[in-house]
């Protein structure tokens, strides 16, 4: 679908990477500049043999150019690239980009058409534009730890990058867009990302709280801040969830657990009455469900057409013939870690195969290939550059 766009790609770490992985996965080459030690996640997360395997995740399919962008030299080589080149990424600080030459003001200037995307933990501007970030800080300041949690506990990190991702995913969405209007009006666009604004329009039910309500909405632990029954309930071997949002899924849930008279209670007759009651509704939910294993209730509540289902781990998701099926992993040859397995986007396109992933490249293992494909260098300005530390 993306065959014959090319993205030059300055990123590190993973809000970045996680972007270009999927356009890479849509037929885009990326071709990938890393300093020369590397992108810092090469060097970090889960190591085996040497290998950073959450590097390997986020940087399948993309080409590697190790360059140096303190050297003249090498800042000329990345202005000639972007030349030749539909996309550009980058996640340094803002700021830092300009100063090395490959800013979005000098080479929008220069390539009308360069659609350029800037990933950034709180935009191009702002009071805490120049505020470092990683994902937690993005998290703990977009008011998503406040919401995550028991009520009685402390404000919670979520058990993933988030604020990265939904970043990496909103400007992948952003580029893609801009390169669509490109082929209306002929010019790119600036495409500005930030974690914090991110993760802050990812949270419609907190926004409708607060904008509406007037007051910031509280942790509320393992249920629905504003629905009831919608959450996780015990059984006698762990825990299942119920998800009953409307009048008529609760009187199937009422039915299901022996008290059809339920729904007529004052305090159960409609949704906001059952999500103000829920501390009421949950015990009579678990006198039921404690009595049964998490699939007899999963069943039990299945069968009656109310969204129930058990709690997995990643390892059950991942085994499981539902993401067999849609094709989520799939496994591809690497030089060090043999055949090992890749994700790849989870969007199904018509006529488009899935499963046909390259893995990750190894430092500067296309610098030669990029600079003679696409630069028309020789071999021996290659090997000189090569030989000055540039490359």
């Not at 501007?125 to 800080?137: E, K, L």
């Not at 669509?180 to 990302?193: I, L, S, T």
């Not at 009421?280 to 006198?287: D, G, K, S």
């Not at 509540?301 to 499981?320: E, K």
Request: negative net charge.
């Amino acid at each position: 679908m993306l065959e014959g766009v090319r993205v030059l790609d300055f990123t590190r770490v993973l809000a970045g990477p996680y972007c270009t992985a999927m356009l890479a996965d849509l037929g885009a080459e990326v071709i990938k500049v890393e300093p020369p030690q590397g992108d810092d996640q090469r060097h970090m997360g889960r190591m085996v043999q040497g290998e950073s395997t959450n590097f390997i995740l986020n940087n399948r399919g993309k080409k590697s150019i190790r360059l140096d962008l303190k050297r003249d030299e090498g800042r000329r080589i990345a202005r000639e690239l972007a030349a030749r080149s539909d996309v550009l990424i980058e996640n340094f600080k803002p700021g830092v980009a300009g100063k090395l030459g490959i800013g979005y003001a000098e080479l929008s200037e220069l390539f009308p058409r360069l659609v350029y995307c800037s990933i950034s933990g709180f935009g191009q501007n702002g009071p805490n534009a120049a505020r470092p970030s990683y994902d937690v800080v993005a998290q703990a300041m977009s008011g998503l730890m406040s919401l995550t949690g028991e009520a009685d506990g402390a404000p919670t990190l979520i058990g993933e990058s988030v604020g990265d991702i939904c970043a990496g995913m909103f400007a992948a969405w952003g580029v893609m867009a801009a390169l669509y209007d490109r082929e209306r009006g002929g010019r790119g666009r600036h495409v500005d990302v930030a974690m914090f604004d991110s993760l802050l329009a990812m949270q419609p039910t907190a926004l409708a709280q607060y904008l509406f309500g007037g007051a910031a909405p509280a942790r509320v632990g393992n249920r629905h801040p504003l629905s009831s029954p919608f959450g996780a309930y015990a059984a006698n071997d762990g825990h299942l969830v119920i998800a009953a949002a409307n009048d008529k899924l609760f009187q199937a849930v009422a039915d299901t657990i022996g008290r059809p008279e339920l729904p007529a209670d004052p305090r159960f007759r409609t949704d906001g009455e059952r999500s103000r009651n829920d501390a009421e509704l949950r015990p009579l939910i678990e006198a039921w469900s404690r009595t049964l294993s998490v699939q007899e209730a999963v069943a039990a509540m299945s069968r009656a057409g109310v969204p129930a289902a058990p709690i997995q781990d990643t390892a059950q998701a991942v085994d499981s013939e539902q993401a067999r099926v849609r094709q989520l992993t799939t496994r591809a040859p690497h030089p060090v870690l043999g055949e090992t397995a890749l994700v790849e986007q989870p969007v199904h396109f018509s006529g488009m195969r899935r499963g046909e992933l390259a893995t990750a490249p190894a430092l500067g293992q296309h610098s030669a290939e990029v600079l003679a494909q696409v630069l028309g260098m020789d071999a021996s300005a290659i090997e000189g550059l090569r030989a000055a530390g540039v490359i």
